[in-house]
């Protein structure tokens, strides 16, 4: 049976209605799944098709429970159905919301939510049951990369050596706090009320809060002023050059990371392959960068 097949059923069965159609029409957007939006019997839901591959990728069992936790903390969108087994999730819609990319990733009023939501969640007393480590994460997805048989970049083995230098030299100590670990800005919802959400949880677990603000100022592609606003709401200060240099080091890792992983979506005959080459050719800039000028900017590599 399909996917598409096995989300109508469970539509059917949850609303207990055999006429429900799973209706594509309305895409809310997504990577590693896809999101679409459809009004069931008068209110509207977000559904979940998960994406090729995900289910050998994301740890769908803590997944589920480290959701629970996010709602339950006032950050997450309210979970009305989970299956821990295929991946589909229905979660109710947040009405009126915008999510950060589409409204400026930017601006200084997005700038404070995003880093009052990542602060809420890194001070909290929650712990997830998991741990988000890059380096068994990169080699679990190389690992499925080669039983796809499929083939790195030429230069790939001696970047990643220079990648495991540099972070081995600069991160000198890591925090452990609950971490959503995909803070991209489509990943922040603001209401019209100002009331702001961090949903898609799947990547979450114990980790660096650092990895987060390095994220969102990857995906998000922060102007220089941009970066010295958040880092400044986040931190309280400006940060010293210990944090500097890890966050640099998160960078580093985020985009090879998510190139092997564009690299599994690619192998698995889904449309990542340009993706895919736009984070290693960053990836590629910014280690040579790093390696012969130390005073590369945290701005300059979030640039192509």
């Known amino acids: ?81 989970f299956d821990e087994f295929s991946g589909i999730k229905i979660s109710a819609y947040i009405k009126n919301s915008k999510n950060v990319a589409f409204s400026d990733p930017c601006s200084q009023g997005n700038l404070r939510a995003v880093s009052s939501l990542m602060k809420k969640i890194h001070s909290s007393p929650v712990r997830f049951p998991n741990s988000f480590d890059w380096h068994k994460e990169l080699q679990k997805y190389e690992k499925i990369v080669r039983e796809l048989n499929g083939d790195f970049f030429f230069d790939y083995a001696d970047l990643k050596n220079k990648l495991l230098e540099f972070a081995h030299k600069n991160i000198t100590s890591t925090n452990s706090c609950p971490c959503h670990n995909d803070t991209v800005p489509e990943n922040f919802l603001v209401n019209d009320n100002g009331r702001a959400f961090l949903i898609d949880w799947e990547y979450s677990g114990m980790n660096d809060p650092s990895w987060d603000v390095a994220a969102y100022i990857l995906e998000s592609k922060l102007t220089e002023e941009s970066i010295e606003y958040l880092l400044l709401e986040y931190y309280g200060q400006i940060p010293a050059t210990v944090e500097v240099l890890k966050i640099k080091s998160f960078i580093l890792a985020q985009d090879l990371l998510w190139t092997v992983w564009a690299l599994i979506r690619h192998y698995n005959g889904d449309d990542f392959l340009d993706y895919c080459v736009y984070r290693y050719e960053r990836f590629r800039k910014n280690v040579r960068a790093l390696t012969f000028l130390s005073d590369c900017s945290i701005a300059d590599m979030v640039k192509i």
């Open 1 to 81: 049976m399909k996917m598409e097949e096995i989300v109508q059923e469970k539509l059917r069965l949850l609303f207990n209605d055999d006429s429900i159609i799973f209706d594509k029409s309305r895409f809310a957007g997504g990577l590693t799944n896809y999101n679409y939006i459809m009004n069931i019997k008068g209110t509207e839901y977000v559904i979940r098709q998960p994406g090729g591959m995900t289910n050998q990728i994301i740890d769908r069992k803590i997944e589920k429970v480290n959701n629970k936790l996010a709602s339950e903390l006032g950050l997450n969108s309210e979970i009305v159905y």
